[in-house]
């Protein structure tokens, strides 16, 4: 049966560039990071750093297929926002277990002291936050690259 080629919906424009700017965001803040490397000798922090650059990439190399799947409309581009979601869902799950050291920070006379568990807090919120986003757009990218055939009607046969 042949497959009936859908134009390209207004939101799934949106969603190309959002995961574009995604990626050049997530590119300009690593070169920030290698600009303004703290040189930590500490083993754990470096494997920490590495398993989240890794991540990180990983995460911006989905990214960059969505957009290009998506661009095409392809059934991949479900593929991949589904394996970008569960990799967020992992990195909740390890946030949530293993949550980050925070160094004791100085404060100014006068300042108020931002606790831990405030910023804890808040990067599990917006940790949740992009979660549900990444969700919404594999739904919708499962939706809008699901595969429609044309079906033709059945013939009668000719009545006499």
Known sequence: ??????PRPALAIVICIYE????VIGLFGFAARLAFHSSSSSAASTAT???ATA???????L?????V?????????FYLA????????????YLLVHPIPIPAMSRAAGQPQISAHAIMGAAIIFDVVFLIINGGIAL???????????VEPPTLPPTY
């Open 20 to 23: 574009a700017l995604i990626v």
């Open 1 to 6: 049966m042949p497959e009936i080629t859908r």
């Open 55 to 61: 991540l990180s990439v990983l995460g911006w190399l």
């Open 49 to 51: 750093s590495a398993l």
């Open 82 to 93: 589904a394996a970008r979601f569960a990799l967020d869902l992992l990195g909740l799950v």
């Open 63 to 67: 990214a960059l297929g969505i957009v």
């Open 140 to 150: 919708y990218t499962h939706y809008v690259t699901k595969p429609v055939y044309l």
């Open 69 to 77: 799947t998506l661009w095409q409309m392809s059934r991949n581009a």
